[in-house]
């Protein structure tokens, strides 16, 4: 049975999952969930998740949420690189994995919600947790930017698990305008991302297609 993943196509974690099983040759069937119809919400989706939150994947009988865990799971099921070339680097990539969780990526997805999803649900953005978070995020991309400085990618000469972590808040960066464009390596590293990883690409055309068709149909203009 082919593994299946559950979200949204404008979600940028999906893309992290999906980015990931293309570069591996992991086959998916995807399920699409309208996050902004709800269908995160109903009783049968929060059965596979209680948080009411996507990706989703389900394996047989196992269902796994997290993209970061999904992701993990992925390449230890197909084997490869993006998990790191020796055991060295594999501590690398979790470390910049979990930091990517705990310090980066969550202030990029708060930032969405009070730009694009407030404004999708006729709410104004509180500019508090705004400037809060993009305080975060200076902070994280001063890091980043440092370590980029002379590397091409987060950990080794490859892509890796870890660089999809942290480069998914370019996702939805034009449109949320978090001070990424501020950190030249880091915007370098971006474009080479885009320019060498074919499906980091393509993702970021399905992830386009989608949020710019919600906020249209909504009549929103950014």
Not at 41 to 58: I, K, R, Y
Not at 199 to 222: C, F, H, P, S, Y
Request: glycine letters at 8%; charged letters at 25%.
């Amino acid at each position: 049975m082919p593994i299946k993943i559950y979200g949204d196509p404008g979600s940028g974690s999906l893309r992290r999952v999906t980015s990931a099983a293309a570069i591996m040759g992991v086959a998916l069937e995807r399920v699409n969930i309208d996050l902004f119809r709800g269908e995160s919400q109903t009783p049968d989706f929060l059965a596979l998740n209680p948080h009411g939150l996507s990706p989703v994947m389900v394996d047989g009988d196992f269902v796994l949420y997290e993209s970061s865990a999904i992701n993990l799971y992925l390449a230890e099921k197909a084997g490869g690189e993006l998990l790191g070339a020796s055991t060295r680097e594999r501590y690398e990539v979790l470390q910049w994995m979990f930091w990517s969780g705990e310090q980066w990526r969550i202030f990029a997805t708060l930032t969405f919600d009070e730009r694009i999803g407030k404004r999708l649900m006729g709410q104004p953005e509180d500019e508090s947790i705004v400037r809060l978070a993009f305080a975060k995020i200076r902070a994280g991309a001063a890091v980043l930017d440092a370590h980029l400085a002379d590397r091409r990618f987060v950990v080794g000469d490859r892509v890796t698990l870890a660089d999809l972590d942290i480069a998914a808040p370019f996702s939805q960066s034009h449109r949320t305008k978090i001070p990424l464009g501020e950190f030249p390596n880091l915007v370098a590293w971006q474009q080479r991302l885009l320019e060498t990883v074919p499906a980091w690409a393509q993702t970021k055309r399905e992830v386009d297609a989608r949020i710019d068709g919600a906020l249209e149909a909504a009549g929103i203009q950014l």
